[in-house]
């Protein structure tokens, strides 16, 4: 297949100034009516139009009305000779909505019609100029049964309705005034019902906002709504955008590649990020629809308004809007302590999905060189690494400074096509003195080299002088194609600790007249770099990349003794919850490197009980100290892993902990049950919920481990009464990880209760094959699961519930030393392309660390990697993983 490369961008040939779409929806056979207005770009030399079309059939194709000559080849359609003036082009063709397995372009779901654009969608609906730089004025007629599909929609505002054919059918026409990339289009024709609130924004303007479901789900739109209202008033207050339509329609559907899609007005949703009430979704299911709502919401400005020249800006739009929701939710969640909670959530999404994407095969820079699929680059360095990359112009710039880089982004390219350079330049162009713009090329290096840069800190305490003086350097380890790295700009977030009282000292570096506060940025850009700290009484203990200020691996010297300072008086809740962190992980490496027997200690012991009967501390972050680094993570510290020998020695710990705080999560259980007067999902109850079912966890384990029957069959009850899902699944997941013989029937009455909800279902498989392992269980469970009447490879929901579940989520469960996960992975991965190539591409990356595994692993992972492979008919999507994979 072919690789497309950055270097190869060339402006089109053509624009495409109208388009006028005419649909006639079957779900069999549809008909699509393309009337465009095309004309010369005048900067190019005169060549043939070439039109990019897939999986279309060719009925008809007119210029200016006239039959003209015309061939197809390589799925595009190509007509020379064309008219030198502004010309009208009108193509015919059909296709067949519900043979569209694989999602993207025009399908059916449920009976309705939904399209999906991004990337490459729209040429699979009519032939077109399928980039995004080529921007077109839409308008669009949709026809279609009317007792089937009664619901026509599509972006901008409806400007005619009527019956046809003496009123079996019906038609809608929509007008969308903004010029919009292809993949911006959308539509969607269903039996659908609808919540709608009209809301006036700050700047005085009156909208309709619709969250439009199937009709048994309306009593699950509310916090969907809710969260749109949010994110209209967030983005007025803080960046001053303002909702350019008179409507903006959110609309649900549950056969969805990806999380959801910003089309223009009219979002198209996977259900996950919808639908939810307290019975159905968990705590985490409210805040994950906030932040996609919020997400799809940004992109409105930072996407449709300003858009990607080429797919390798990805990042221009993804990153941004990534930063956008995280520091949307932030704001939302309110507190400093609530803050710090949601930062930590994003930086272990980072860690845990990003920095293995860096150190694998797939590593690529945040603006990438080249691809084979570009569906295979909407990855975690492109959205959650990129949109660290903005977070640390927003550093270096300050908020206020970052605000007016933005306003200036769009004063300079509002409607444009633009790339990640011109985002940079505008931040530094209004901040001229800040050193982002004095090193703006080189900060630059963020976008063009792959790998996590390693940042090493020492440093040396003079009593007599009463110094302390920081010594810090990078690297930056070979990633494909990229054998060395020049040095980035880092900017490292610092404070000094009291060594004996934990007071925040203050800094003043050598040469200043006075300290600047008890935090401070420093900003690291040579490969090695001394900063001198004066008037210092004590060895202080350095508490680094405070808040995790660069997406970077850093490297101290650091003592338990230390950490256990930082643990117990860093004022940067980040870092306290960090060196909880490294306390546990290097406990977990020391067993896993030696003899395998882990033992928590009295000191770490006595330090996480403190935490626990915190006065202060939130307990939403409570949970997040006192859960152990995750057996991927801690795989990813070791130049060679064992899987089976990282889960015997954390599933030990896990006991310990529960074992020797068996008292105190007692206490804790009881202490931070939520009021039962209704639920809310607002953060401090969503915290309180989180650490009691966490205490259960404990308790649970502790039990079965001495053949207590108490607790689980307090779970039990507490799993049949609850009132709430998270509260259920809290109380089903304590069983089920501690093995409990109370999990089987649990389960059993958990899949009677919500057979008829899908989303629920979801949860159900999730979390039986991401169960810890034990005897080879749970893959067993897993692989019987495949043939459960519940289950479909078909619907992406359901196959990522079982399948990603266990190859991603349960290392223990996946890399079994017969080989039986790799093989089921194999299967799934083709079974999967021949519907799905997005989605088999995606489960396909499970392999990724596959060279850092001990044998007999690798080998078997190796072959298992081949077999797919060595089949002839795969798709780009999966060929270009596993080519990878294997290079
Ligand atoms: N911008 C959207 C990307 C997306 C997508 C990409 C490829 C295939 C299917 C897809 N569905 C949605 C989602 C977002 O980042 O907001
Ligand atoms: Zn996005």
Redesign the pocket.
């Given at each position: 297949a072919a690789v497309t490369r950055r270097e190869d961008y060339a402006p089109p040939a053509y624009w495409i100034k109208t388009v006028d779409l005419t649909f006639d929806l079957d779900p069999a056979k549809t008909l699509v009516f393309n009337r465009m207005q095309i004309e010369r770009n005048e900067q190019v030399p005169v060549q043939a139009l070439r039109l990019d079309g897939e999986d279309l059939n060719l009925t008809r194709v007119l210029v200016n009305g006239e039959s003209v000559s015309f061939r197809v080849e390589n799925h595009q359609l190509v007509l020379e000779n064309l008219p030198a003036e502004p010309f009208t082009l009108e193509v015919r063709t059909t296709c067949a909505p519900e043979k569209n397995t694989q999602l993207?372009g025009l399908y059916t779901s449920s009976g309705g019609f939904f399209t999906?654009c991004?990337?490459q969608g729209f040429r699979r609906i009519t032939y077109f100029l399928d980039r995004p730089d080529v921007m077109a004025v839409y308008t669009v007629t949709l026809k279609a049964d009317k007792a089937r599909f009664p619901v026509l929609l599509s972006n901008g505002n409806l400007i005619e309705q009527g019956e046809l054919d003496g009123g079996h059918k019906h038609y809608a026409k929509w007008s969308d005034p903004f010029p919009k990339p292809s993949y911006l289009f959308a539509l969607v024709a269903a039996k659908l019902v609808c919540r709608e609130q009209k809301i006036r924004s700050r700047s005085g303007r009156d909208h309709l906002l619709q969250v439009y479901v199937r009709a048994g789900d309306l009593d699950k739109t509310e916090h969907a709504m809710r969260s749109l209202i949010a994110s209209v008033a967030w983005d007025e207050a803080r960046f001053g955008l303002s909702l350019d339509l008179d409507r903006f329609m959110i609309v649900a559907v549950s056969d969805?590649?990806?999380?959801?899609?910003?089309n223009k007005g009219l979002n198209i949703f996977n259900t996950k990020y919808v639908l939810a009430n307290p019975a159905t979704a968990t705590d985490t299911d409210f805040f994950g629809i906030e932040s996609v709502v919020g997400?799809?919401y940004f992109?409105n400005w930072t996407?449709n308004r300003v858009t990607c020249r080429d797919w390798f800006q990805l990042s221009l739009?993804?990153g941004l809007?990534v930063f956008r929701d995280q520091e949307f939710s932030q704001d939302l969640a309110g507190s400093p302590s609530a803050r710090a909670v949601k930062r930590i959530d994003d930086v272990r999404t980072l860690r845990q999905h990003q920095f293995p994407e860096d150190a694998g095969p797939m590593a690529h820079p945040v603006r990438p060189d080249s691809y084979m699929a570009i569906?295979n680059f909407?990855t975690a360095t492109v959205?959650d690494k990129g949109a660290e990359v903005v977070r640390m112009m927003q550093t270096l710039v300050g908020r206020e400074g970052f605000a007016r880089g933005m306003t200036l982004y769009f004063e300079r390219h509002d409607g444009q096509a633009v790339t990640c350079d011109d985002f940079a330049q505008a931040i530094a162009d209004a901040n001229p003195d800040s050193a982002l713009a004095r090193q703006l090329d080189q900060f630059k290096r963020w976008y063009s080299q792959a790998g996590t840069p390693r940042v090493h800190a020492r440093g040396y305490y003079n009593a007599e002088m009463r110094t302390y003086r920081l010594e810090l350097s990078q690297s930056c380890p070979p990633t494909p194609g990229q054998p060395d790295k020049a040095p980035f700009v880092i900017p490292v977030a610092l404070g000094l600790v009291g060594r004996d009282d934990g007071r925040a000292l203050p800094l003043q570096l050598v040469g200043e007249n006075a300290a600047a506060g008890t935090e401070r940025v420093l900003v690291l850009s040579e490969t090695t770099q001394h900063f001198e700290f004066v008037g210092l009484d004590a060895e202080p203990v350095p508490s680094l990349l405070r808040g995790f200020s660069a997406p970077v691996v850093l490297e101290d010297t650091l003592s338990d003794a230390e950490l256990l300072i930082l643990l117990a008086h860093d004022h940067d809740p980040f870092n306290r919850w960090e060196a909880g962190q490294r306390l546990a992980l290097n406990r977990l490496l020391a067993a896993v490197k030696g003899d395998g027997q882990v033992h928590l200690d009295a000191p770490v012991i006595d330090a996480l009980r403190a935490v626990l009967h915190h006065p202060t501390l939130d307990a939403a972050f409570k949970e997040l100290l006192l859960t152990l680094p995750g057996e991927s993570y801690i795989a990813e510290q070791l130049e060679e892993v064992d899987p089976q020998r990282i889960h015997a020695v954390r599933e030990s710990l896990r006991l310990q902990l529960a074992q020797a705080l068996h008292a105190d999560w007692e206490w804790a259980f009881d202490h931070y049950q939520v009021a039962n007067e209704g639920y809310s999902p607002d953060a401090a109850s969503a915290g309180r919920r989180g650490l009691v079912n966490l205490a259960l966890g404990n308790l649970c384990l502790a039990a079965v481990e001495r053949q207590s029957p108490l607790w689980p069959g307090k779970a039990y009850q507490r799993f049949k009464d609850a009132d709430n899902m998270t509260d259920r699944l809290g109380a089903l997941s304590a069983l089920v990880g501690a093995h409990s013989e109370l999990a089987e029937p649990a389960l059993e009455r958990f899949h009677a209760l919500f057979k008829d909800e899908a989303l629920v279902i979801d949860k159900w498989f999730a979390l039986q094959a991401s169960a810890p392992e034990k005897d080879g269980k749970v893959f067993a469970r897993a692989r019987q699961l495949l043939s459960h009447p519940d289950f479909s490879l078909r619907n992406p929901n359901r196959a990522r519930s079982l399948i990603t579940a266990l190859c991603f989520s349960n290392p223990a469960a996946f890399h079994r030393r017969d080989a039986a996960g790799y093989v089921f992975w194999a299967d799934r991965v083709l079974e999967l392309d021949a519907i799905n190539p997005?989605l088999a591409a995606r489960v396909a990356r499970a392999m990724d660390r596959w060279r850092q595994l001990a044998e007999p692993y690798r080998s078997a992972a190796r072959e298992a990697i081949a077999r797919v492979a060595a089949r002839a008919e795969l798709s780009d999507d999966v060929r270009e993983i596993v080519t990878r994979a294997l290079g």
């Open positions: 993207s999906q991004e990337a969805f590649n990806m999380g959801a899609m910003e997400h799809e992109h996407g739009k993804e809007t569906d909407y959205y997005q």
